[in-house]
Each structure stands twice: as structure tokens, then as C-alpha cells.
């Protein structure tokens, strides 16, 4: 079989994953299309603003969709074709599972966010860690996603533009500048109006990409190996369910999805939003792992491009060597569209998530200045810091966040007596992930031995799922009762 046929096989499983298995957990929820949602029972011109459904889907993928899709699987490319299985199986079983759930249990839970669906879920002790965990997290991404986008920009405007005056700073300036506004303004002023332009930018970069791999003549993954090909031997697990988070899983995704869940018209758009949104970043991944594999013909030559450049350098050589010097710097713009469209929402999700911690009203516009301007003061002081090390970081906590989210799922269906296992089977294997991940990794985490981490992982994996099958079914107080 022609190596091409995997990347075409990739995505037929991804088209079908949504067809079949998508059905199959929204039957689980059991969504109802005449139940008012929030959009129309608590609609105030600011948060809670009816969209058209294909509006929120693409505010939703843009949301969701930052670096992570596009320099995850690059890394994750270092580890051979296996990487292309994650992103296929995390994805269908995982990834959009935990999407659509973080986005129905809000519009069930009136537009909460992702401490209150933790919390009722799983207790209010759970709801208190992560109010302050999330708020971390989106943080940490709003500062990760000032970073990324503005050092592509300064290159391209050195090097296409000719304009080498527009410095990394010029860039982070700008884009905090476009944050704020994004943070503190109805989601339909800004938000609303100019991601229709940014998803055009970021169709030109996921098509464009994908049909000059075929059309270069690019051999497609050099040879395919399904054994660890990664040039320093680092182990597979847990490493690759790590560094490919976004188009596999993202516990970042469940501070969106809340976003969107204020604007969905009635509950049966939640698949296609929700669920589906998640399917098209996972495309998205297939496309950057399979240039990452395929550009640079094998882990070793891609590692030292990594080495000279960072991923970034990837997009950038990689864009132009497939289309041109327009279309590269099309598509580089497409990239950059990723990582600007979900720090500004990071921020706006920081601030909502604040506001409902402690019952302050965001309907004016001093209200949210409260909350938005120590956020960014907080942003502008963390971007100072090595990029390398936020972004460890980040992937940890937003896989361990995740996890949570699915666990939150799966109590809920435990409760209601449907089938718990679509949402606790994938909390189980992500417990084991983010546990074995943190006991191994030298420079964070404990720097215990995989083979020991491994273990570990396991072993809290298995406890995490028997506490559940033994207190999940307890009821939480104060949580709605018809949801």
C-alpha cells in the first residue's frame, strides 16, 4: 500500500468517527432539541448571545485550535507514524467525547464554567482546586499564544515583507493589544465579525497544505515504522500523549467549549459544534505530524530542524517549499490565526471564570475592567519568561485538566444510570498519562525511572477508577437536579 493511503485512511477514520461515534455519545447524553438553552432563557447582549450555527462552529475551531495542533504533532512526529494513531484514536474516542461533554453539561448547568460542571460532578472541594487551576491554565495559554504567533510574525515580516522594524515586541505588543479588546467587548463585536476572515486564512493553510503534499511529490512518512523512532530514544508513553495534546485531547478545550455553550440555539447543534469542531482540529494535527514526518524524511533530520528553529522554523520552511511565496505565507498566516484566536478567548474565559467564582456581574463595562486589566498585567510579567519552560508546564496541566473533565462526564452518566464507559475509559488511560508523565519528567516533575512511572500510572489509574465506581453515584449538593 502506497505510504499516501495512510494519511487518506486517517482521515476517512476521522469523518467516520464523527458520523458514528459522534452519534453514539450524543445518544449517551441525550441531548433534546426543544429543552431551552441558555442562549434564550439568559441572554444579556455580552456572554449570552445567540449565534448562527455555523458562526459558533467556527469560533468554536478557532477557539480550540491554537499552536498546539500545528506544533504538537510536529514534536509528536519525532516518534514516528505511531503519533498518527493517537491522533486518530484520541481524537474520535477521547478528544471529542471530552469536547461535547464540557460544552453540554454548560448549556445544561446554564452557561457554566469549568469549575462549576467539576463541581457538581465531583464535589465542591474538586470545584475550589480548579477555580484556581483553570485560571492558571488559561493564563499560562494566553501567554503561550503571545509568544508563538508573534515570533512567525516577526519572521515573515523580516523576510517576506521586508520590514524588519516589526520586532517580537512590536508583535506582543499588538497582539495584547487585540486580547484586551477581544477580553473585555461583546463576543459578537469583535469576536463574532472577524473570525470568519480568520477562518478563511486558516482553510487556505489546512487545504493548501495537505494538497501540495500530493501534488510536490513528497514521499508521505519516508518509511512507515510503528515502532519509537525518536532520534534520542525517549519513551513513547507517555511522552507523545503529552506533547500531542490539542488534535488528540485538550483539557484547555473544556474553557471554550462553556463559551459556545451561551450562544448554541438548542441542544442537538452540540455535536457538530462540539464534537465535531474537535474532528477538524484533529485533521488539522494529521497535517502538521504528516509534514513533520514526510518534509524532513525521518526523525533525525527533523530533530536537528527543530534544534536550529523550533517548530515555528518548520511551518515557516515547510509553507513556503510546499506553496510558494505567496501561498507559504499564506498558510503561515493560517498558523498564526491558530494561536491568536484562542489566547484572546483564553483571557475572555479567565475573566468569566473569575466573575463566577465570586458572583460579580459582567454586564458593564467597569466589571470586566476589574477582572481584565490584573489578568493581563499578570500575562504582560509571564511572557517575560522562557517559552520553553511555560510550555512545559502547560502540557501537563492541560492534559491533567482533561482528565478531570472526563472523570466529571463520567460521574455524570454514572448518576443518571447511562453508559459512563465513553467518558471513564479515556479518563482512566489520561489518569495514567498525567500521572506517569509528572513521576518521570526530570526537569518538573519527580524524575523517577519510566519503567517505575509507568507503574505508578497504572496503579493510580486503577484506584482513581475503583473510588469512582465507589462514590460517583453520590449525590452533590447544590447541583441541579434536572440537569
Known amino acids: ?98 469536547d461535547y461533554f464540557a460544552g453540554m453539561l454548560s448549556i445544561r448547568y446554564n452557561g457554566a464554567n469549568v469549575p462549576t460542571i467539576v463541581g457538581y460532578n465531583l464535589g465542591n472541594i474538586a470545584k475550589a482546586v480548579m477555580q484556581v487551576f483553570s485560571v492558571v491554565l488559561l493564563v499560562l495559554v494566553g501567554v503561550v499564544f503571545v509568544a508563538a504567533p508573534a515570533g512567525l510574525l516577526k519572521n515573515i515580516a523580516a523576510t517576506s515583507w521586508n520590514m524588519p522594524w516589526m520586532t517580537l515586541t512590536f508583535w506582543v505588543v499588538i497582539i495584547f493589544a487585540y486580547y484586551f479588546l477581544a477580553t473585555i467587548l461583546p463576543i459578537d463585536k469583535i469576536i463574532g465579525r472577524i473570525y470568519p476572515v480568520f477562518g478563511i486564512i486558516l482553510g487556505i493553510m489546512a487545504v493548501g497544505i495537505s494538497i501540495t503534499l500530493f501534488t510536490s511529490g513528497t514521499e508521505f512518512y519516508n518509511s512507515v515504522q510503528w515502532t519509537n523512532q525518536h532520534p534520542k530514544s525517549l519513551p513513547l508513553f507517555p511522552l507523545v500523549f503529552i506533547t500531542i495534546a490539542c488534535g488528540a485531547i485538550s483539557g484547555f478545550h473544556a474553557t471554550q467549549s462553556p463559551l459556545m455553550s451561551r450562544c448554541l440555539a438548542n441542544e442537538k447543534l452540540g455535536k457538530p459544534v462540539f464534537y465535531g469542531s474537535m474532528i477538524a482540529e484533529g485533521f488539522i494535527g494529521l497535517v502538521w ?27 515557516t520552511d515547510s509553507s513556503i517549499a510546499l506553496m510558494g511565496p505567496i501561498g507559504g505565507v499564506l498558510a503561515i498566516l493560517g498558523v498564526v490565526v491558530l494561536p491568536i484566536t484562542s489566547g484572546d478567548t483564553a483571557f475572555r474565559a479567565a475573566r468569566l471564570t473569575i466573575s463566577e467564582a465570586f458572583s460579580i456581574s459582567q454586564k458593564s463595562v467597569q466589571r470586566r475592567l476589574m477582572l481584565a486589566v490584573p489578568l493581563f498585567i499578570i500575562g504582560i510579567f509571564l511572557s517575560r519568561i522562557n517559552f520553553t519552560i511555560i510550555w512545559r508546564y502547560f502540557g501537563w496541566a492541560n492534559q491533567s485538566l482533561a482528565t478531570i473533565v472526563l472523570w466529571a462526564g463520567a460521574a455524570y452518566l454514572l448518576r443518571k444510570g447511562r453508559f459512563h464507559w465513553i467518558c471513564s475509559l479515556p479518563a482512566v488511560f489520561m489518569t495514567a498519562v498525567a500521572t506517569s508523565y509528572i513521576c518521570y519528567e526530570p526537569a518538573m516533575g519527580f524524575g523517577i525511572p519510566i519503567g517505575t512511572s509507568n507503574i505508578i500510572g497504572a496503579v493510580v489509574a486503577i484506584v482513581a477508577f475503583v473510588s469512582f465506581m465507589l462514590l460517583g453515584r453520590r449525590t452533590i449538593a447544590g447541583a441541579p437536579e434536572n440537569a
Open 1 to 98: 500500500m502506497p505510504n499516501y493511503m495512510y494519511f487518506i485512511l486517517a482521515v476517512i477514520a476521522l469523518i467516520v468517527g464523527y458520523a458514528v461515534y459522534g452519534a453514539v455519545v450524543e445518544k449517551v447524553f441525550g441531548s433534546q432539541q426543544d429543552r431551552p438553552t441558555p442562549a434564550k432563557t439568559m441572554a444579556d447582549g455580552v456572554d449570552y448571545v445567540e449565534l448562527p450555527v455555523w458562526k459558533i462552529w467556527l469560533i468554536q475551531l478557532l477557539n480550540i485550535a491554537g499552536v498546539g495542533p500545528v506544533f504538537g504533532p510536529i514534536l509528536g512526529a519525532l516518534w514516528g507514524p505511531a503519533a498518527l494513531l493517537w491522533i486518530v484514536i484520541g481524537c474520535i474516542f477521547a478528544g471529542a467525547v471530552h
Open 289 to 315: 505530524a504528516t509534514v513533520g514526518m514526510s518534509f524532513y524524511h525521518g526523525s533525525e533530520a527533523l530533530q536537528a530542524a527543530i534544534a536550529a528553529g523550533g517548530p515555528g522554523k518548520i511551518v
